[in-house]
């Protein structure tokens, strides 16, 4: 399961699980409640178990897992993160088990690209019993900034490709940008580092959207078609970027409406 999605499974008689549908969802759908309640957290339909990964820069990721069985849960958690300007993982964590009815919450502070659920097994607690915490692979650990400096290079695209058509307060940008570059010199890094781990994120983002670098050899023919396809990415993306960074775009309704009138066009 990929950060923004949610995943709902659904027990056979022989206990295996199926999973019956994926989700796209937002920060709001994995958060706890405001006041610490424990009211309306739990959505999932009566015999399914939900799982929803999602993440944001002011929040790290969350994994909400929803247990709508009659029957407790316990499962084993596996994370995938970005870093070294590659996907590392996955790797296990610990997790809670779920008593029936009830959800709870894993978070960690980096941001996780996927997590992989397995062991999904019979539980009897009724209340949520967590293992000894898990610490990070050394080499994520150390590889930290330059995750955060890939992360706030994939950022720094979205900023320049959604100011088209959103209204995008680059500021927000550069106050990130600057308090990274403060923090990585003060623990040796150079320019050159800096720059190379912006470009490591560039490059990823321009791929997730569908950007082509290099025309050459590209016909009108196929120029439509990746355009045409571009456009629902960038505007999926343009979203995530409001969710990461609080306050990095608004008036998403107007953006996304100019989106879909430039998609209209390649049609």
């Not at 706030?152 to 600057?178: K, N, Q």
Request: aromatic fraction near 6%.
């Amino acid at each position: 399961m990929a950060s923004g999605e949610r995943a709902t499974l659904r027990q056979n008689a022989d206990g295996t699980y199926d999973l019956i549908r994926v989700d796209l969802i937002q920060m709001r759908d994995v958060l706890p409640p405001s006041d610490r309640s424990t009211a309306a957290v739990n959505d999932a339909d009566a015999g399914t178990l939900r799982f929803a990964l999602q993440s944001r820069q002011d929040v790290g990721s969350i994994l909400k897992v929803e247990n709508g069985q009659s029957q407790g849960l316990a499962y084993s958690g596996f994370i995938v993160r970005y870093v070294g300007g590659q996907a590392r993982g996955p790797d296990p964590t610990s997790v809670c088990t779920v008593p029936p009815g009830m959800a709870t919450y894993e978070h960690w502070p980096e941001p996780i690209i996927q997590v992989v659920i397995g062991g999904v097994q019979r539980s009897e607690d009724t209340v949520p019993t967590c293992p000894p915490h898990l610490d990070n692979p050394p080499d994520a650990a150390a590889d930290a900034l330059t995750t955060e400096g890939e992360h706030l290079g994939r950022l720094s695209t979205l900023f320049a490709l959604c100011e088209p058509y959103y209204t995008v307060d680059i500021a927000v940008g550069h106050r990130l940008a600057d308090d990274f570059e403060r923090r990585s010199r003060e623990v040796g890094w150079t320019e050159e580092r800096q720059t190379g781990a912006y470009d490591r994120g560039r490059e990823v983002e321009r791929a997730e959207v569908g950007i082509v670098m290099n025309a050459a050899g590209v016909t009108p023919q196929e120029a439509r078609r990746l355009l045409r396809d571009m456009y629902p990415r960038l505007k999926s993306r343009c979203q995530y970027l409001s969710q990461q960074v609080p306050g990095a775009v608004s008036d998403l309704e107007t953006g996304d409406r100019r989106l879909d009138a430039a998609a209209r066009r390649y049609r």
